[in-house]
């Protein structure tokens, strides 16, 4: 399996994710807490991006630079299907 991973020592915070950014683990302690709720969204997204990228490479090193056939490089199209399916209560 495919993954990247990301980890913030100061927030507490630590990701895992697949090829294409689809959350496979998140971990969170007491220091996460005091980031408040946007603080934190925005911290768990941020090491979701670094994750995301770290595991589209190792795709990439294993499949070839061709990984479009994936969806690993059409962000713009990706980020509009998620739009389109988030509820608004959970958008920051």
């Known amino acids: 399996m495919i993954t990247g991973n990301a980890h913030d020592p100061d927030t507490g915070i630590a990701v895992e994710v697949g090829p294409g950014g689809g959350l496979r683990e998140l971990a969170l302690d007491s220091r996460s807490v005091r980031l408040g709720q946007t603080g934190l969204a925005r911290a768990i997204l941020a090491l979701v991006d670094t994750a ?3 595991a589209n490479a190792r795709a990439r090193h ?3 630079d061709d990984v479009s056939a994936l969806g690993l490089d059409v ?3 990706l980020v509009e299907s998620v739009e389109d399916t988030t509820p608004e209560t959970w958008r920051v």
Do not use: F, I, P
């Open 75 to 77: 962000r713009a199209r």
């Open 62 to 64: 294993e499949v070839g």
């Open 52 to 54: 995301t990228a770290r």
